[in-house]
């Protein structure tokens, strides 16, 4: 009776999160850091959805000016200092330059717009926007020569994919546990608590027990509520789609463009894996199922002919090496065009039966660490002995670098281990971890099989028994965009070893 006790204990947690997105992954680190015995699970690979189908950008949102979201506005640009500082090696500035059209939008207009995007935020460490001539500056070279004027601003660019995964490793290494391939099948409250029943991807049942239930089941959090949950919520999310494309590289430099088109949406054309760029997005009403999404050849010439209106260079949908599409999954605030719906997020707090229930509605990737506070704030009157916020200051796994600076631990990188394969991209990804690839290694033979790129067993090794990767597509499009870069050999022998790992 006493084991079965302790056993019983050992599943019972202070809070379940259902959903491995960065909302889910932020809440699970910020809870377990509280002192919440933390439950994370995810149905299929963590980020594997709109978290890793972004635009890979840490911004304020410069267009959401002209719809008055100030607050929000206010709250992204304030988190884009904060989280260069959490993870320098995975967050970094972006110069971005905007071309002047005078028959979009006045230059007054622009110029006032970028003194407030200087300023709400109380910038510290990006540089302030100011205008250029494209006749003479290099920023102006690639543009059409109709262009000749256009304003520069900066933004921050960010691994969409690994900051979920490092917000999933930070909650694990405080003690919370993380479940990938995990469906959360089926809750119910019982005496005060929540009853969930867990199937992993083997078929594997099991039931746990938690006081609170968070769903950040993104694009799913209506059906969440529906199937899994049976509860009902007067609010709901606006499905809509961005698709993203990726060609060979179309301007020299580190910048990044973005672009006005005449139906008043915005396209960025931004620097992607050194050899290309990634061009997007799209705002398409979505239905149907969110893990099917596709880009449809309608968006890729939409993609195409804007940059090819604002760039010297033609784009056309041939040129395409890659694209990705994924689900935004918006709070619904009754706005007609999908461009207009707020990027602001919600909460739904249920407390029928006296187990809550936190439904997270809409949110974006720049704000996920505020969101994830002030869920927490949300149910903290719910979860007497939960501790203070503490994300502020904290760094994520790799981030603990002196002041913040990756160029100066690339450096110190590079001289202890001059013989590293690729030192800048296994930097860029795992920052002060990279110490536990390297490990004891005297040189590159000691890291194993290297499969191209300075990608080595050793690296792979990690990606499996740290970060949960277990299937190649993990590997290649989630944690690294080496599919881009290895060839149809490499990618084979990486899906054998996962093949012989099992």
């Given at each position: ?13 202070d809070l379940l999160v259902i959903g ?187 039931e746990v027990a938690a006081r609170a ?265 989630r944690r690294s965009k080496l599919g ?19």
């Amino acid at each position: 009776m006493l084991r079965a006790f302790l056993a019983e204990q050992r599943l019972v947690f202070d809070l379940l999160v259902i959903g491995g997105g960065i909302n889910g992954a932020g809440i699970a680190r910020d809870a377990q850091g509280r002192g919440l015995k933390t439950l994370l699970v995810e149905a299929r690979d963590l980020a594997s959805a709109t978290s890793s189908a972004s635009s890979k950008l840490i911004h304020g949102g410069l267009r959401y000016l002209e719809q008055y979201e100030f607050r929000l506005v206010r709250e992204a640009l304030i988190e884009r200092e904060v989280l260069l500082r959490m993870a320098p090696h995975i967050v970094r500035p972006l110069a971005f330059v905007l071309p002047h059209r005078p028959h979009l939008r006045p230059a007054w207009m622009i110029r006032l717009g970028l003194f407030l995007y200087d300023r709400l935020g109380g910038r510290e460490c990006l540089a302030g926007s100011y205008g250029i001539d494209c006749r003479s500056h290099a920023f102006g070279r690639p543009l059409a020569s109709a262009i000749t004027r256009a304003f520069v601003y900066s933004d921050c660019w960010v691994d969409d994919a690994r900051l979920v995964v490092l917000n999933a490793r930070d909650a694990a290494d405080r003690g919370a546990e993380v479940r990938t391939r995990t469906r959360c099948v089926e809750t119910r409250r019982e005496g005060g608590i929540w009853r969930a029943r867990l199937v992993a991807d083997d078929g594997a049942g099991s039931e746990v027990a938690a006081r609170a239930l968070v769903n950040a089941a993104g694009p799913w959090v209506n059906e969440v509520l529906g199937q899994v949950v049976h509860a009902n919520s007067p609010k709901h999310v606006r499905l809509i789609k961005g698709s993203h494309i990726v060609v060979p590289r179309l301007h020299d430099g580190p910048q990044a463009y973005i672009l006005q088109n005449e139906d008043r949406r915005i396209v960025f054309v931004l620097p992607y894996e050194d050899r290309f760029s990634l061009i997007g997005t799209t705002d398409e009403p979505f239905t149907g199922d969110p893990a099917s999404v596709a880009i449809t050849s309608a968006e890729t010439s939409y993609l195409c002919e804007v940059v090819t209106r604002h760039f010297r260079a033609r784009v056309a949908p041939e040129d395409v090496v890659w694209s990705y599409a994924g689900v935004r999954p918006l709070h619904d605030d009754a706005h007609v065009e999908a461009a207009q719906v707020t990027r602001d997020y919600a909460f739904d707090l249920d407390l029928a039966g006296g187990a809550p229930l936190l439904s997270i509605f809409g949110g974006k990737l720049t704000t996920f660490r505020k969101l994830a506070e002030h869920a927490l704030d949300r149910l903290a009157p719910h979860l007497p002995g939960m501790g203070l916020a503490w994300t502020k200051g904290a760094t994520l796994p790799g981030g603990a670098m002196a002041n913040a600076d990756f160029d100066a631990f690339l450096a110190d990188l590079v001289a202890r281990h001059p013989w590293l394969s690729a030192p800048r991209r296994i930097a860029r990804a795992y920052g002060t971890e990279t110490a536990r690839i390297v490990g004891d290694a005297k040189g590159r033979e000691d890291l194993g099989r290297d499969f191209g790129q300075g990608f080595t067993e050793r690296e792979l090794a990690y990606l499996a028994e740290r970060e949960w990767a277990r299937m190649p597509d993990d590997v290649l499009w989630r944690r690294s965009k080496l599919g881009l870069h290895l060839d149809a050999g490499a990618k084979a022998a990486i899906a054998d070893w996962f093949t012989r790992r099992r």
